[in-house]
């Protein structure tokens, strides 16, 4: 899979593909129907498999200091748009310019001359353009004057509820992983690098990798059997265990962050790429009388975890 972020400057080979548009944040099951409509365009014309979105998400670019809802990084959807087979990502930068640019502006600047792009895919609530002021008729009739094909998703419902990344946020939210994952397609994933801790769980008897979550939509503070993905280093594979997600009320911290345990583990993971895969929550965060208590409760989480994982 090829990136490209600039519409300005694209080279032959990555010009003419057939591309769905849209943020995919969480790349969930609808996100997923659009790519297999998009799919079958760009088989039927011979051209390659796109993506374009944004980055920033133009939600953070109009309201940087809003609380964080993003359920994945860009490298999250990247890894995960690569699996679904895409290959040219066009992650463009949303900036000053980009954001006033009008409907017909984005259709002739960005889709036709910019990145050539033979045939688009959008969800039927799409909008473009300065205050979202273009439909999705307004896109297929640019795309019949431009030169580009347009198809138009139906929105995906499961179990009669729209699939959508604010129903799968709610879920999160409420400590339901599960039925995230049911709209999702796959378990909810946290990725990121493993950063230096205060050591205490590896004194507690239980090592944990500790990650941060800063930018990220928060799931529900507490404990979650997890299935957990070491993406580089020696260690590179899938493992099981238990996370605790919060601000470790017991030790007066306050900055969120993921810790986790990696059952029959034993290795340095500082610096290496971990994707912690939420399985099932738990409980919530308590602050415990003593460390023997909170040891106790910390093995029988581990007990837990390890039950619901074996029955996977």
């Known amino acids: ?178 039925d995230a994952a049911a709209m999702l397609g796959h378990w909810h994933r946290i990725e990121g690098r493993v950063i230096g801790g205060d050591q205490r769980g590896r004194e507690l008897g239980f090592p944990t990798a500790n990650m941060s979550i800063e930018g990220l939509h928060p799931p529900k503070f507490g404990v979650y059997a997890v299935l957990v993905d070491v993406l580089d280093g020696p260690h590179k594979g899938s493992y099981r265990g238990a996370a605790s997600m919060g601000v470790r009320p017991m030790f007066g911290e306050n900055k969120p962050n993921l810790e986790t345990y990696l059952f029959d583990f034993k290795g340095d993971l500082y610096g290496t790429s971990l994707s912690i895969g939420l399985v099932d929550y738990l409980r919530p965060e308590e602050k415990f009388d003593s460390l023997d208590a909170l040891i106790n409760q910390m093995n029988a989480d581990c007990d837990r975890a390890r039950a619901i994982l074996d029955a996977l």
């Open 1 to 178: 899979m090829r990136i490209i972020r600039d519409y300005t400057y694209v080279t032959d080979d990555d010009r003419g593909a057939a591309a769905a548009i849209g943020n995919f944040d969480g790349v969930h099951l609808g996100h997923q129907s659009v790519i297999d409509l998009t799919r079958r365009e760009a088989d039927r014309i011979g051209a390659p498999l796109g993506i374009m979105t944004f980055e920033p998400h133009p939600r953070e670019f109009f309201a940087p200091k809003a609380p964080a809802f993003r359920l994945m990084s860009r490298e999250a959807r990247a890894h995960r748009l690569e699996k679904l087979g895409i290959e040219r990502l066009y992650e463009l930068n949303f900036n000053t310019t980009l954001s006033s640019f009008t409907p017909q502006d984005f259709a002739s600047a960005v889709i036709r001359d910019g990145l050539g792009l033979k045939h688009v895919v959008v969800g039927s609530d799409f909008c473009f353009g300065k205050g979202r002021a273009g439909s999705v008729e307004d896109l297929k009739r640019f795309g019949t004057e431009m030169g580009f094909g347009v198809t138009i998703a139906e929105l995906l419902k499961g179990n009669g509820i729209e699939v959508s990344s604010t129903a799968i946020r709610n879920a999160l939210s409420d400590g339901r992983p599960r």
